[in-house]
């Protein structure tokens, strides 16, 4: 090793001890990475007109767009109210531009509050609206989402014991639930405690509502080896199991790698809204099965069962959930082994997903984070690899601001 390369080695290796345990990890520059994220955010904003264009995924470096209704667009205003967050820590001089298009593009979503027809009102308005108040403390922003709660807790069926993901709220022949769905669970308990109702109920109701679809998720999308299901049938009338399947993942017994993160950040997050010490330790079973499949670049294939291991096939963007889920861990957990674990598991995927090839500044594409997956098909027409999706870059911001709070 020459004097300057082993310079740069010796300025790469940083002691990460901000109340975590001593451990070493490649150094984040957390400044360079929002940087490049707000520089392509801002590119979206300048070039669209229609502030209800919502950024959804990419092959080169335009966004196609969805409207309102769809289930990811509250990524890019969440974006920009992180943008806007790192811009006020660090005292940027554009900050009140970065508040100002964060507003303009929550303002699109204001009608979703009303919305009974799926079960992404988390995704959509937590990430937006949700943001916007914790931000800025204005209750306009806090009634959207209490009302969005309402709305999300009519698809609830008691005989089932979870609320409905897909399909109509009165179909009674079919009643469709995706692991996916433990990441709106956020927005009842959050309104729960926030003085939100359901429509004609108590704040207790959106708590009980949560804890039986946290319950039943455990037992029903769990396999022995904790690795997760993707969908579950059941019957509206009796709740019974019809049948367990994947829309997404390679197969119906594999395990779609971006479902498994949303398990493992769902019930770390219902673990910080009950403090019941079952969901973080469901969070972790899903965690381990994760952690113990990994490749060595903590990016995981589309698949953890898939053949197709090329880095075209990987899924960037459930790393960068994983990475936001491990930080929670790590804040949320009483035993000093865990929280040091998980700090190094999340600071471990971040330095990961902030240098190539997962990182690209390149004008060519239209996202930061690349190599993300929509879905793993068998069919290649019908499989979307190796593209750009919103909610990576939205993930990854939420990854970058946590470390640099930690940090300080
Ligand atoms: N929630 C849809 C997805 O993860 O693709």
């Excluded at 989402?145 to 179909?171: M, T, Y």
């Excluded at 009674?172 to 639930?177: E, G, I």
């Excluded at 804890?211 to 022995?224: I, V």
Aim: with cysteine; hydrophobic share 40%; aromatic share 12%.
């Amino acid at each position: 090793m020459n004097l300057f390369r082993a310079t740069l080695y010796t300025l790469s290796l940083v002691l990460v001890s901000a109340g975590h345990a001593a451990t070493t990890a490649l150094v984040i520059d957390t400044d360079r990475a929002v940087a490049a994220i707000a520089k392509k955010l801002a590119l979206h904003d300048a070039g669209q007109p229609d502030k209800a264009a919502y950024p959804n995924e990419a092959k080169g470096n335009k966004w196609s767009t969805v409207p309102a209704k769809d289930w990811v667009s509250g990524f890019y205003p969440g974006s920009l109210w992180y943008t806007y967050e790192f811009a006020q820590r660090r005292h940027w001089a554009d900050q009140e531009t970065w508040r100002q298009r964060a507003d303009s593009w929550t303002v699109g979503l204001t009608d979703e509050q009303f919305t009974t027809t799926n079960h992404d009102l988390g995704f959509m308005l937590m990430d937006s609206f949700g943001h916007a108040y914790r931000l800025t403390g204005e209750p306009h922003y806090k009634a959207v989402v209490l009302q969005a709660a309402k709305s999300l807790a009519k698809r609830f069926r008691p005989e089932v014991g979870l609320i409905r993901s897909w399909g109509s709220i009165d179909d009674m022949k079919n009643y469709t639930v995706i692991i996916d769905n433990m990441m709106n669970l956020e927005l009842l308990m959050w309104a729960a405690a926030n003085g939100g109702t359901t429509q004609d109920g108590t704040a207790q109701d959106l708590v009980q509502i949560s804890t039986l679809h946290a319950n039943r998720t455990a037992k029903e999308f769990f396999r022995p080896d904790n690795s997760t299901y993707h969908v579950v049938e059941l019957d509206p009338s009796t709740g019974a199991v019809k049948r367990k399947h994947t829309a997404q993942g390679k197969a119906d017994e594999s395990c779609w790698s971006r479902g498994q993160t949303w398990a493992i950040y769902g019930f770390a997050s219902m673990y910080e809204a009950t403090k019941d010490k079952k969901y973080i330790e469901q969070s972790l079973k899903a965690a381990d099965y994760y952690l113990a499949h990994l490749p060595a670049d903590h990016v995981p294939p589309a698949d953890f069962n898939s053949e197709l291991t090329g880095l075209e096939f990987k899924d960037s963007s459930a790393a960068a959930i994983a990475c936001c889920a491990f930080f929670r861990i790590s804040r949320l957990s009483d035993d000093p082994a865990v929280k040091a674990r998980f700090w190094q598991a999340a600071v471990d995927t971040l330095s990961s997903l902030t240098r190539a090839p997962y990182f690209s500044e390149s004008p060519d594409k239209a996202s930061t984070l690349v190599y993300q997956a929509r879905n793993y098909h068998p069919d290649a027409n019908h499989r979307l690899t190796n593209t750009s999706l919103i909610w990576g870059d939205y993930y990854l911001l939420e990854a970058l601001l946590t470390y640099d709070a930690g940090q300080k």
